[in-house]
């Protein structure tokens, strides 16, 4: 069936350092993925998104990679802050239609050590 | 920064109760959802609308119903509260078919006694 899950549900990381965050779907007619943060009491928002006719894409102190031939989704956060304390969702859109819908994973919390 | 609105942001009521969780978009987007999720976890789509007199369930079974009479409102209504019904309900927004990326308002925290 349709199913978007991460690999692991915590990662706790020292401040400075990178992040990877990993996702894996199921769905291999996905065409467009996002990633989104959700920090405690707030709704989740946008980081950054990729088509699936790409491999990489990179934002400020993000980039998503896009692995199709083992359906693997990645965010890789660069130097590390506090403030990337959060939960993490990896996202895939299943089509391009009216009738495409959006999963979520069941989501990866980021701590950050002092 | 996303123009969605939720209100209440918290809410307490008691088993039995009708309540109508309220939800706007300033933005004019034509699609809207309403998801359902629990304290770190994924997030689970009850109802979505493609526009106006538009309402489909989502992939979580829901006793809540929705309605969508204006482009920018898509309230959330529960007949009869319980207290399975007791989780966070997010609202958001897309602008396009196909490449969606969802504008999320800030929730609302519901807790039913």
């Known amino acids: 069936g349709e199913s978007v899950g991460l690999h692991l549900p915590t990662l706790s990381v020292q401040e400075g350092d990178n992040s990877i965050i990993n996702c894996a779907y199921s769905?291999?007619?996905?065409?467009?993925f996002i990633w989104y943060k959700q920090e405690s009491g707030k709704g989740p928002q946008f980081i950054i998104d990729i088509r699936s006719n790409m491999d990489k894409r990179q934002g400020q102190r993000v980039t998503v990679l896009l692995n199709k031939t083992v359906k693997h989704l990645s965010l890789q956060i660069a130097a590390t802050q506090p403030g990337d304390s959060a939960v993490y969702f990896c996202?895939?859109?299943?089509?391009?239609?009216?009738?495409?819908?959006?999963?979520f994973g069941s989501g990866t919390r980021l701590s950050i050590r002092p | 920064e996303a123009d969605i609105y939720q209100t209440p942001r918290y809410l307490v009521i008691g088993t039995g109760k009708k309540i109508t969780l309220e939800c706007s978009q300033t933005m004019g987007h034509d699609k809207m959802y309403w998801y359902q999720q629990d304290p770190g976890m994924e997030l689970h789509l009850i109802h979505y609308s493609y526009g106006v007199n538009s309402t489909e369930k989502g992939d979580l079974s829901s006793e809540s119903t929705v309605s969508r009479i204006r482009t920018e409102h898509f309230p959330l209504t529960l007949e009869s509260a319980r207290p399975s019904h007791t989780s966070q309900y997010l609202c958001?927004?897309?602008?396009?078919?196909?490449?969606?990326?969802?504008?999320f308002g800030s929730g609302t925290q519901l807790s039913v006694l």
């Open positions: 769905n291999s007619a996905s065409d467009y």
């Open positions: 996202a895939e859109n299943t089509g391009y239609s009216s009738a495409s819908k959006i999963i």
């Open positions: 958001a927004s897309s602008e396009s078919l196909g490449r969606e990326k969802l504008f």
